[in-house]
């Protein structure tokens, strides 16, 4: 019954009669649930689905863990992240920092991050420095040189280029627009 268990899940024994891998202990007490659902399948029905039962809640704090992985970050992870940002905004911020400001490696950090906000770290910071780009540009005597490197681009070419990519249209055009209607 266990071979057919496990050739059902598709593994095999090895030439020794063993299973390839070394089961542990919830590994085996889940392979006893399922024998006994199996042996029990014929005679009774019911109480296979009462050891089928017992099996799947072996594994639901397996689940319960990869829902917690797929999982975002916690409310003070995403108000301390946001509060770097704005506070950094007018400087390179990496995804090494920011997943140091929360006490996480890179990799959970960023998909961690993904899952609360929808977008990557990167495309956050850039919509992020386009929004202070905006503000800082309803000021008409603001050189967009200088609304730059405030809002940690490289320099205008470098702000025009993205906020286009965010915007749809070029800083001056919007800041035109803006102004314009702002006086009307």
Known sequence: MEITIMSTLGLS?????????SAGPMAQALLDMLGRAERALEIDPRQARVFLGQASRLLEP???SAQARDAGLAPWQERKVLRHIGDHLDR??????LAEVVGLSISHFSRRFKASFGIPPRDYLIRSRVERAKTLMLDPDASL???????GFCDQAHLSRLFQAVAGVTPSRWRRQHINAAAA
Do not use: K, T, V, Y
């Not at 390179?92 to 920092?97: C, F, G, L, T």
């Not at 040189?145 to 809002?151: K, R, S, V, W």
């Open 13 to 21: 024994l090895n030439s020794a009669g063993a299973a390839p891998f």
């Open 145 to 151: 040189c200088q609304i730059a490197l405030d809002c």
């Open 62 to 64: 397996a689940a319960d």
């Open 92 to 97: 390179s911020i990496s995804n090494h920092e």
